[in-house]
């Protein structure tokens, strides 16, 4: 429950599904993701993808695990909620739900396999490092500028 977004029904949904054992028998987060057909199944010839699109198919937890991730997107100032809105801006509201809820599946097998409590990453505040600099940089310059002291 610690994840934004999850609730009680989906919590149960994955303990019915897959069990406190069932993650046992995934030796990777890809192939979990893969198994409730959140993967997207890149079609490749000749070193040019034909296709990436989710592969078609329903399950019990594939549809928790997208509804988390709709309530995902409603919420405001999360780390998945960015990540959510993020995935909207470039590619529409469909595939950001397809896209946080294989977010979700990686999240919830590595606690599980590993024992972990969830912890959001909200310690980083920029992804590069040249744009943390640039920012930086902008600053000191704006305060030599107006000449701010303590």
Known sequence: MA?????????????????PD??????????????????PNNKISGGKILSSKTPKGNNWLKNALRHAANAIGNLNDTHLSDFFRRVVYWKGRATAVSAT??????????????????????????????????????????????????
């Open 22 to 39: 069932g993650f046992e028998k995934f030796k990777t987060a890809k192939e979990f993701t893969s198994w409730l057909r959140l993967a």
């Open 3 to 19: 994840i934004e977004g999850l609730s009680h029904a989906t919590v149960l949904t994955i303990m019915s599904e897959v069990g």
């Open 101 to 150: 809820a294989r977010k979700l599946g990686v999240i919830i097998w590595t606690m599980i396999t590993n024992k972990v409590a969830y912890k959001a990453p909200t310690e980083y505040l920029f992804i590069d490092q040249k744009r943390k600099q640039k920012v930086i940089a902008k600053i000191k310059k704006n305060i030599a500028k107006f000449d701010i002291k303590n």
